[in-house]
Every structure is written in C-alpha cells, then in structure tokens.
C-alpha cells in the first residue's frame, strides 16, 4: 500500500508563492510516478505536474509552465510542487498522487491523498 499526506496550502494573493509538500510511505514500486492534480469547485479533476522517481523527468499542465516546479526527494520520500506567480484561477484542492505505471499526460494514479486546499485572492 502506498500513504500520501499533503501540506503546504493556505490563503494568498495574487502574486505569491505557495509550496506544497507530500510525505510519502509505502512500497516503492508503487510510487514510480508522483503528481500534483488539483479540482476547482464545479469543475473536473486536472493534472498538474508529473515526475517521474527514477527518471527524473517532468511533466506540467500547459496552465502552469513557468510558473510551478515539481521536485522530489528521495531520501525524504517527499514531492514537492514549488507554485509561484499565483493567480485567482489557480484556487483548488490540491492532491497528492501516485502512479505504478502511467506517467506525464497520460498519468492514471493508483493512489490519491487527502488534498490541500489552494485560495488564491485577486
């Protein structure tokens, strides 16, 4: 099994920065893809950003290029989403996930943690 228990969200302006981290446990063949989704009230789930465990590599929403930045520790079994330059469209609960097999766009999460929540005022 596989725990994932967000941090980091809060309340800014437009303008600010916000870093969420997520502690992860579990095996680690289940975590080979970690993530940032969030979900804005009335609207669909969407994916962030994605970072591959042991390649590295990274994937973002094209609504967030530039301005957010996924990064893991793995000696502290944590991820990281960096958000800066934060605009009022970017206000959601953010959620923490990890995937097996599936990565980048096509990420499909076998695990989701509790979300945190993101307000950002104009």
């Known amino acids: 099994q596989v725990q994932l228990v967000e941090s980091g969200g809060g309340s800014v302006q437009a303008g600010g920065s916000l870093r969420l981290s997520c502690a992860t446990s579990g095996d680690t063949y289940r975590r080979n893809c970690m993530g940032w989704f969030r979900q804005a009230p009335g609207k669909e789930r969407e994916g962030v950003a994605t970072?591959?465990?042991?390649?590295?590599?990274?994937h973002y929403a094209d609504s967030v290029k530039g301005r957010f930045t996924i990064s893991l520790d793995n000696a502290e079994n944590t991820v990281y989403l960096q958000m800066n330059s934060l605009k009022p469209e970017d206000s959601a609960m953010y959620y923490c996930a990890a995937a097996r097999v599936s990565c980048g766009a096509a990420m499909r999460p076998d695990y989701w943690g509790q979300g945190t929540q993101v307000t950002v005022s104009s």
């Open positions: 970072i591959g465990r042991f390649s590295g590599l990274t």
